[in-house]
């Protein structure tokens, strides 16, 4: 129970690594607050908490919008009574945001709006209630392409992704004396529905494995053992941490044949 009395809210929770993290938080013992701009998705993952005896509520949120942003942390308040794990986890990964010269401005708006802002809204309106809880950890998901670039371009998520990165750096900064820690949790490609139709293809998924040290595609329980670990107060010491948890691509230069 690494997360007894404590509760926290998952933005992106109805699906993959939102999903399993719920499931597994609850498992240690969170309340958790399961947000989603997809209600249906998101009150699925809550009832695979409560089949499993957990405790969780579904909000509504498009992390996008101010005022989801701020009514979703003050449900996940009024549901609970604080706020002490706060992981913003949603993302988009869009099909048309490719090479610099391709992607349209709609599309670069889109992704950095609900990737970036969406992390900053959270942030904006989380921190307040961590600090009304006296302080709590912060996990923002970034990407392995904040730290590295690929041919295989996708311009604006990688630029949101950046972003990500340096703006939770610079929260871990600021609020570490009221007990406050923000980490970048950096996933390596993981099998999930947002990858799905880009990994389904033979040749784009073979482009990718070759560079990835195990030979495979994580899965979405690997980032959430991961994120358990910096929500939990194991991590006490942990803080403006890049987490990376890729595999090894980002130390590899040649990978096994
Ligand atoms: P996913 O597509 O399985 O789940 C994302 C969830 O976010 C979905 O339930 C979706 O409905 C929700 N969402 C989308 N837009 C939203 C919005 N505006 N407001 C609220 N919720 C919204 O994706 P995933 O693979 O679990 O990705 C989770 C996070 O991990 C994302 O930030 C993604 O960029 C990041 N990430 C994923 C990978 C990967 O390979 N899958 C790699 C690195 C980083």
């Known amino acids: ?21 719920a499931i597994l938080f609850a498992k240690e013992g969170a309340q958790v607050a399961v947000c989603d701009v997809n209600l249906a998705t998101a009150t699925e993952t809550v009832s695979l908490i409560e089949a499993a005896g957990g405790e969780a509520i579904a909000i509504q949120a498009d992390v996008s919008k ?6 979703m942390i003050e449900a996940a308040e009024a549901a609970y009574g604080k706020l002490n794990v706060l992981f913003n986890n949603a993302g988009i990964f869009h099909a048309a945001d490719g090479s610099v010269l391709e ?3 709609d599309i670069w708006d889109l992704t950095i709006d609900i990737n970036l802002k969406g992390v900053f809204l959270g942030c904006k309106y989380g921190i307040p209630a961590l600090l009304r809880a006296g302080g709590g950890s912060i996990i923002n998901t970034a990407s392995f392409v904040a730290l590295m670039g690929a041919a295989t371009a996708q311009i604006a998520y990688t630029a949101s992704k950046g972003g990500v990165l340096s703006m939770t750096r610079e929260i871990s900064v600021e609020f570490a004396r009221q007990n406050i ?3 970048a949790l950096c996933p390596g490609p993981v099998e999930t529905p947002l990858l799905q139709e880009l990994l389904a293809d033979p040749a784009r998924r073979q482009r990718r494995l070759v ?8 899965k979405a329980v690997e980032m959430a053992q991961a994120a358990l670990f910096l929500a939990s107060d194991e991590s006490s010491f942990v803080n403006g941490a890049t987490f990376t948890v890729d595999g090894g691509i980002t130390a590899a230069y040649v990978t096994p044949e």
């Not at 129970?1 to 993290?21: F, P, Q």
């Not at 101010?66 to 009514?71: F, L, P, Q, S, V």
């Not at 560079?211 to 994580?218: D, E, L, M, Q």
């Open 1 to 21: 129970m690494r997360l007894s009395n404590k509760v926290a809210l998952i933005t992106g929770a109805g699906s993959g690594i939102g999903r399993e993290s």
């Open 66 to 71: 101010a005022a989801d942003a701020k009514a």
């Open 103 to 105: 992607t349209e401005e």
């Open 181 to 183: 820690r923000a980490n």
């Open 211 to 218: 560079h990835i040290p195990p030979g495979r595609f994580a």
